[in-house]
């Protein structure tokens, strides 16, 4: 089932509609790779309606993540992020609270470990985010005054 039809899916389960912003929104938002704040999605969807706002941008998003088609990350700085699951296998992200630098990473034995933690705690697994915070290296060359 497509992302599309998911996400209208969604919407009637919860009384509500496919707007025309809604469905600019959600293909702007699936049309682009990578970590995204409500600004670059907005300035992705304006490309395609000019007519598009920043409230409405940031509502539609927010039920996009409950549709279970998008996942938020929050910066070190504050600043929400969102990347898209479509096509998306599982990964845990290193986050640099320098320059705000994101690497993907998986790990098999880390995924393990929280298999066991779930089991342990006897909680059924839906779902887990991982961010590890730190200095990427050009960070740490640039505190260290090396350039």
Do not use: W
């Not at 992020?81 to 986050?95: G, N, S």
């Not at 006897?122 to 290296?137: D, K, S, T, Y």
């Amino acid at each position: 089932m497509n992302e599309l039809v998911k996400f209208e899916n969604y919407l009637r389960a919860h009384g509500q509609k496919m707007t025309r912003p809604r469905r600019v929104i959600l293909e702007a938002f699936l049309g682009t790779e990578g970590h995204l704040t409500i600004d670059d999605i907005l300035r992705e969807a304006k490309k395609i309606d000019a007519g598009i706002g920043q409230a409405t941008v940031f509502r539609t998003i927010r039920l996009i993540a409950s549709a279970g088609l998008a996942r938020e990350a929050l910066q070190e700085d504050g600043a929400r992020t969102f990347e898209h699951l479509a096509d998306h296998p599982h990964h845990d992200h290193l986050l640099c609270v320098g320059c705000g630098k994101v690497i993907e990473f998986l790990n098999p034995s880390i995924e393990k470990e929280q298999q066991n933690i779930f089991a342990q705690y006897g909680f059924e697994p839906r779902g887990h985010m991982m961010e590890l915070l730190g200095l990427c290296p050009e960070c740490q060359a640039k505190e260290r005054g090396e350039h």
